[in-house]
């Protein structure tokens, strides 16, 4: 229990930190970045309106102090401003539904691949310099080599735009309504095939290498040796004795990659015109919506911090030595 | 240092990496004279690889071969200067915390976790749309967003040199920090910097293409990144123009590729481990053709080793660690095999129950077990003789245990893979078994960690005795544990010995204890088996000039050297993992 509160603290403590980041960059920045914001939504809003917006976000003559208390104020409440690509929702609303499109997709696709890439690791080490140690595994790692988004581009290239196979944009189709159906269920898969399978392809070299790695450390240790010795069937030596202790450092890498992960499938959706949060970040770019930007950036975070710490908590179920301690 | 880059130069791995890399910074230093202008709108826009434009041109009528070539400069510029940069950021704050220690270190490696939690893109995406465009902002950017990682992985170098002689030496003579970080802590870090570099090298071309491709870059520029940018504006998917993303992406992975290439052989050469073992030698007889002398067994012997020779594979060739040797144990008996370390002993040990590495093989001679030939034993039949017949004591049976499971589950899979029955009677095996080594049945529930070293050790053994096998070799079971300890299990070894009648084939370099514990004694020189007789003659007048020195270099019984223990299976899979990791899909970011 303790160990979980003191990593739920620390969740805690790099939350706070990201929201004052959030804080201090647009006022760190040279220029007048706060003016330059706030005159692109000139013309768009009353002058009013504009006031109000200021300051809900802390940007007004009071001292920093004061400012900082009225962000975190409206932050607790949910409140991260008004976009201005989508004028005139709230960036909560706007951030919301792709959040839940990108967990969707990312999600899946990551856990797939470590799944499938732990897996191929396993067998790579356990028959060292068979063709899956010696071939696939050089193969995938070149294939990691690539970019995301361009595996994507390829992907769509290919198998949307040459073959027909899978739709080109979006995460349904336009004609089938959203709902709990089997159409638009079948739908929506059918839409995610081609983003989630570049994810897929471009992260699976890496976790299979790892894994790879940490088994092939494991297999030379005494703990297999006796495994061996007491005449255990091969595949019980495998999975129980090698996969199972080399898997533990490999969830813990899982968790610390899994930021970067995501960095890269918010490209990938870009790719697709998918609806989740790198589309909307690309939109706040492109119209320099600093107030989305800023929301994407917490929202991604915390989500990030979430995904952490149930990797946190997955890490002490399989370690019996910290579940002890906590 | 030569030495060692000569020794990179000789893997593939690096001269393959190296070469490819050399070559994309050749074409990025002198390329961009031999190419036409790349911003200049030179024909018809998407147009399809021609004599003209040999890559086709963009969807504003550029040419795609000059973007690609002139791109890789400000690219490769771009992130070799951030790699360099991340580096040196990293290697500061991780050896000023690691170095430093206490106050400093926590704070420093707080917000070095709190950096590594936050995810890199949407901060490099916030920090990047206030800062004005230009390649500054890029480098500041990722350097930013970046140096986490770094300073994690010297903060542990650090660390672990801090408590080393050479560091504590330029302690004491009161150099000062700055100078102890920097000649005494830096230059022993060389491979881990340049492994480094190359790591946020490859993270720092990966993200740069990646916010560039968002339009954070400066677009009017010429960068890899850019030049997706526009392929995704100009709708390259929707012409069909696939010769406008594609080259630049294949540079793109090369480039990536020719990094991991030479990280991994960077890797390698660190850790040997991870490089490919070499093969075990081929066995030089023929089993079915055995010698007179490998037919005759003692009579009544339980074990009879015969001429038995064995090679391992070194870089040097195959080397004979076990050279013709030739004994027998009777049923009940306990025979100690005493020599240096490296003198073959434990080789002999694992042979027994065909343990050795896969780059060690038995080449010659025969091993018979109650008259079974356990060197011409079939997979199946090996896996059923292993611990029922012959068991075995490790050394290191404090660290041998599997971490991950119970006690009980350890009894559990080794009674259940000979024909056990129910887990509740494997428990119960369990508690009768650890109640005979002197421990607390209960204990069964409990995880090795929760044991102390001694307290392991006799879990080795009551493990050994699950099956009732007829002989337990005994590698060195005691050599970890101190003078107390290890007397206690020595006298309830003989004890159960005395009461189940296995033989014991005891294996140390301690001969004094050798010669108070066993019937008869075997010394072992450079993998010969040069004196064999019975303990007390052993004691009183060895024949071999090699005994007498064994024997006089013992200078009372029970004599003993502790060795710190091991670490178990999960502290050295996480300790492989430590440099690789920066191959993690997260390598890239």
């Given at each position: 229990?303790?160990?979980?509160?003191?990593?739920?603290?620390?969740?805690?403590?790099?939350?706070?930190?990201?929201?004052?980041m959030?804080?201090?960059?647009?006022?760190?920045?040279?220029?007048?970045?706060?003016?330059?914001?706030?005159?692109?939504?000139?013309?768009?809003?009353?002058?009013e309106?504009?006031?109000?917006?200021?300051?809900?976000f802390g940007?007004?003559?009071?001292?920093w102090?004061?400012?900082?208390?009225t962000?975190l104020?409206h932050?607790?409440?949910?409140?991260?401003g008004?976009?201005?690509?989508?004028y005139?929702?709230?960036?909560?609303e706007?951030?919301?539904?792709?959040?839940?499109?990108?967990?969707g997709l990312?999600?899946?696709?990551?856990?797939?691949?470590?799944?499938?890439?732990t897996?191929?690791?396993?067998?790579?080490?356990?028959?060292?310099?068979?063709?899956?140690?010696?071939?696939?595994?050089?193969?995938?790692?070149?294939?990691?080599?690539?970019?995301?988004?361009?595996?994507?581009?390829?992907?769509?290239?290919?198998?949307g735009f040459?073959?027909g196979?899978?739709?080109?944009?979006?995460?349904?189709s336009?004609?089938?309504?959203p709902?709990?159906?089997?159409?638009?269920i079948?739908d929506?898969?059918?839409?995610?095939v081609?983003?989630?399978?570049?994810?897929?392809?471009?992260?699976?070299?890496?976790?299979?290498?790892?894994?790879r790695?940490?088994m092939?450390?494991v297999?030379?240790?005494?703990?297999?040796?006796?495994?061996?010795?007491?005449?255990?069937?091969?595949r019980?030596?495998?999975?129980?004795?090698a996969?199972?202790?080399?898997?533990?450092p490999?969830?813990?890498?899982?968790?610390?990659?899994?930021?970067?992960?995501?960095?890269?499938?918010?490209?990938?959706?870009i790719?697709?015109?998918?609806?989740?949060?790198?589309?909307?970040?690309?939109?706040?770019?492109r119209?320099?919506?600093?107030?989305?930007?800023?929301g994407?950036?917490?929202?991604?975070?915390?989500?990030?911090?979430?995904?952490?710490?149930?990797?946190?908590?997955l890490?002490?179920?399989?370690?019996?030595?910290t579940r002890?301690?906590? | 240092?030569?030495?060692t880059?000569?020794?990179?130069?000789?893997?593939?791995k690096?001269?393959?990496?190296?070469?490819?890399?050399l070559?994309?910074?050749?074409?990025?230093?002198?390329?961009?004279?031999?190419?036409?202008d790349?911003?200049?709108l030179?024909?018809?826009?998407?147009?399809?690889?021609?004599?003209?434009?040999?890559?086709?041109t963009?969807?504003?009528?550029?040419?795609?071969?000059?973007?690609t070539?002139?791109?890789?400069?400000?690219?490769?510029?771009?992130?070799?200067a951030v790699?360099?940069?991340?580096?040196?950021?990293?290697?500061?704050?991780?050896?000023?915390?690691g170095?430093l220690?206490?106050?400093?270190?926590?704070?420093?490696?707080?917000?070095?976790?709190?950096?590594?939690?936050?995810?890199g893109?949407?901060?490099?995406?916030?920090?990047?749309?206030?800062?004005?465009?230009?390649?500054?902002?890029?480098?500041v950017v990722l350097t930013?967003?970046g140096?986490?990682?770094?300073?994690?992985?010297?903060?542990?170098?650090?660390l672990?040199l801090?408590?080393r002689?050479f560091?504590?030496a330029?302690?004491?003579a009161?150099?000062?920090h700055?100078?102890?970080i920097?000649?005494?802590?830096?230059?022993?870090?060389?491979?881990l910097?340049?492994?480094?570099f190359?790591?946020?090298?490859?993270?720092?071309?990966g993200?740069?293409?990646g916010?560039?491709?968002?339009?954070?870059?400066?677009?009017?520029?010429?960068?890899?990144?850019?030049?997706?940018?526009?392929?995704?504006?100009?709708?390259?998917l929707?012409?069909?123009?696939?010769w406008?993303?594609v080259?630049?992406?294949?540079?793109?992975?090369?480039?990536?590729?020719?990094?991991?290439?030479?990280?991994?052989?960077?890797?390698?050469?660190?850790?040997?481990?991870?490089?490919?073992?070499?093969?075990?030698?081929?066995?030089?007889?023929?089993?079915?053709?055995?010698?007179?002398?490998?037919?005759?067994?003692?009579?009544?012997?339980?074990l009879?080793?015969?001429e038995?020779?064995?090679?391992?594979?070194?870089?040097?060739?195959?080397?004979?660690?076990?050279?013709?040797v030739?004994?027998?144990?009777?049923?009940?008996?306990?025979?100690g095999?005493?020599?240096?370390?490296?003198?073959?002993?434990?080789?002999?040990?694992?042979?027994?129950l065909?343990?050795?590495?896969?780059?060690?093989?038995?080449t010659?001679?025969?091993?018979?077990?109650?008259?079974?030939?356990?060197t011409?034993?079939?997979?199946?039949?090996?896996?059923?003789?292993r611990w029922?017949?012959?068991?075995?004591?490790?050394?290191?049976?404090?660290?041998?245990?599997?971490?991950?499971?119970?006690?009980?589950?350890?009894?559990?899979?080794?009674?259940?893979?000979?024909?056990?029955g129910?887990?509740?009677?494997?428990y119960?095996?369990?508690?009768?078994?650890?109640a005979?080594?002197?421990l607390?049945?209960?204990?069964?529930?409990?995880?090795?960690?929760?044991?102390?070293?001694?307290?392991?050790?006799?879990v080795g053994?009551a493990?050994?005795?699950?099956?009732?096998?007829?002989?337990?070799?005994?590698?060195?079971?005691t050599?970890?544990?101190?003078?107390?300890?290890?007397?206690?299990?020595?006298?309830?070894?003989?004890?159960?010995?005395?009461?189940?009648?296995?033989?014991?084939?005891?294996?140390?370099?301690?001969?004094?204890?050798?010669?108070a514990?066993s019937?008869?004694?075997?010394?072992?020189?450079?993998?010969?088996?040069?004196?064999?007789?019975?303990?007390q003659?052993?004691?009183?007048?060895?024949?071999h000039?090699?005994?007498?020195?064994?024997?006089?270099?013992?200078?009372?019984?029970?004599?003993t050297d502790t060795?710190?223990?091991?670490?178990?299976?999960l502290?050295?899979?996480?300790?492989?993992?430590?440099?690789?990791?920066?191959a993690?899909?997260?390598g890239?970011?």
């Amino acid at each position: 229990m303790r160990y979980v509160l003191r990593r739920l603290g620390f969740y805690l403590l790099a939350a706070w930190a990201s929201l004052t980041m959030n804080f201090v960059i647009p006022r760190l920045a040279p220029g007048d970045p706060a003016t330059a914001m706030f005159a692109r939504f000139e013309g768009r809003i009353s002058p009013e309106a504009l006031v109000a917006l200021k300051t809900a976000f802390g940007f007004t003559d009071a001292p920093w102090h004061v400012q900082y208390f009225t962000y975190l104020k409206h932050l607790v409440t949910g409140d991260m401003g008004l976009s201005y690509a989508y004028y005139p929702s709230p960036v909560t609303e706007v951030i919301g539904t792709g959040l839940l499109w990108t967990l969707g997709l990312a999600g899946c696709a990551v856990i797939i691949s470590f799944a499938v890439g732990t897996m191929l690791g396993v067998l790579a080490a356990w028959n060292r310099g068979g063709w899956l140690d010696s071939a696939l595994a050089p193969a995938l790692a070149f294939l990691g080599a690539f970019p995301y988004f361009w595996l994507a581009m390829l992907a769509l290239y290919l198998f949307g735009f040459g073959l027909g196979w899978f739709p080109l944009r979006h995460a349904y189709s336009h004609d089938v309504e959203p709902g709990a159906t089997l159409t638009f269920i079948a739908d929506v898969g059918r839409h995610a095939v081609l983003p989630a399978t570049s994810i897929v392809v471009a992260t699976l070299g890496g976790w299979m290498l790892s894994m790879r790695n940490t088994m092939v450390a494991v297999l030379g240790t005494d703990t297999l040796r006796l495994a061996h010795a007491k005449g255990l069937p091969p595949r019980q030596v495998m999975l129980r004795y090698a996969a199972r202790n080399a898997l533990l450092p490999n969830v813990t890498g899982f968790g610390m990659a899994l930021g970067f992960v995501l960095s890269g499938s918010l490209l990938t959706e870009i790719v697709f015109s998918y609806p989740g949060t790198g589309y909307l970040l690309i939109l706040a770019v492109r119209n320099q919506d600093y107030p989305l930007m800023q929301g994407l950036f917490l929202v991604i975070t915390l989500a990030v911090l979430a995904a952490n710490f149930a990797v946190d908590l997955l890490c002490l179920w399989l370690d019996p030595r910290t579940r002890a301690h906590a | 240092m030569r030495e060692t880059l000569r020794r990179l130069l000789r893997q593939r791995k690096a001269a393959v990496g190296g070469t490819l890399l050399l070559g994309f910074l050749l074409v990025a230093l002198v390329g961009p004279w031999f190419v036409m202008d790349p911003t200049e709108l030179m024909g018809q826009p998407h147009q399809p690889p021609s004599s003209a434009h040999w890559f086709g041109t963009t969807g504003q009528g550029q040419d795609v071969l000059a973007q690609t070539v002139v791109g890789a400069r400000e690219t490769l510029a771009i992130g070799f200067a951030v790699g360099a940069l991340v580096t040196l950021v990293g290697a500061l704050v991780g050896i000023t915390a690691g170095y430093l220690g206490r106050r400093v270190d926590d704070a420093l490696t707080l917000t070095t976790n709190i950096f590594l939690v936050i995810p890199g893109l949407p901060l490099a995406i916030v920090l990047g749309a206030y800062l004005p465009s230009g390649p500054f902002r890029m480098v500041v950017v990722l350097t930013f967003a970046g140096w986490a990682w770094n300073a994690r992985v010297f903060r542990a170098e650090a660390l672990a040199l801090r408590g080393r002689d050479f560091v504590a030496a330029a302690v004491v003579a009161g150099e000062s920090h700055a100078r102890i970080i920097t000649r005494e802590l830096l230059p022993n870090m060389a491979s881990l910097v340049a492994s480094s570099f190359i790591g946020n090298t490859l993270y720092a071309v990966g993200a740069q293409v990646g916010l560039e491709f968002l339009g954070l870059g400066d677009v009017g520029a010429v960068t890899w990144g850019t030049n997706l940018y526009w392929a995704g504006n100009d709708a390259a998917l929707l012409t069909r123009s696939w010769w406008i993303f594609v080259p630049t992406g294949i540079c793109i992975a090369l480039v990536g590729f020719s990094l991991t290439l030479l990280s991994s052989a960077i890797d390698e050469l660190t850790n040997p481990s991870l490089r490919a073992p070499p093969k075990a030698p081929k066995a030089a007889v023929v089993h079915a053709v055995a010698t007179p002398a490998q037919e005759a067994t003692a009579p009544g012997a339980l074990l009879s080793v015969r001429e038995l020779s064995i090679e391992y594979m070194t870089q040097a060739g195959p080397s004979r660690v076990v050279d013709q040797v030739s004994l027998d144990i009777a049923p009940g008996e306990v025979f100690g095999l005493a020599g240096e370390s490296g003198s073959g002993k434990s080789t002999l040990g694992y042979a027994l129950l065909r343990l050795l590495p896969s780059s060690a093989a038995i080449t010659q001679g025969r091993i018979l077990f109650e008259g079974t030939d356990v060197t011409a034993l079939s997979p199946e039949a090996l896996r059923a003789f292993r611990w029922s017949r012959v068991s075995m004591v490790f050394q290191s049976a404090m660290s041998a245990l599997n971490p991950v499971l119970t006690l009980g589950e350890q009894f559990h899979d080794t009674l259940a893979a000979h024909g056990g029955g129910s887990r509740a009677s494997s428990y119960a095996r369990g508690r009768e078994l650890l109640a005979m080594v002197g421990l607390k049945p209960e204990l069964v529930d409990a995880w090795p960690h929760q044991l102390s070293g001694g307290m392991r050790q006799r879990v080795g053994i009551a493990l050994a005795l699950a099956l009732e096998p007829r002989l337990v070799v005994m590698d060195e079971p005691t050599t970890a544990l101190d003078v107390v300890v290890q007397k206690e299990l020595l006298q309830r070894v003989l004890e159960l010995k005395s009461r189940l009648g296995f033989a014991v084939l005891f294996i140390t370099h301690d001969l004094p204890l050798l010669l108070a514990l066993s019937d008869r004694v075997g010394i072992l020189q450079a993998g010969k088996l040069v004196e064999v007789d019975t303990a007390q003659r052993l004691r009183t007048d060895a024949r071999h000039p090699y005994t007498r020195l064994l024997l006089s270099s013992f200078p009372h019984l029970g004599a003993t050297d502790t060795q710190a223990p091991t670490p178990d299976v999960l502290e050295q899979a996480a300790s492989a993992l430590k440099a690789p990791l920066a191959a993690l899909p997260g390598g890239r970011r």
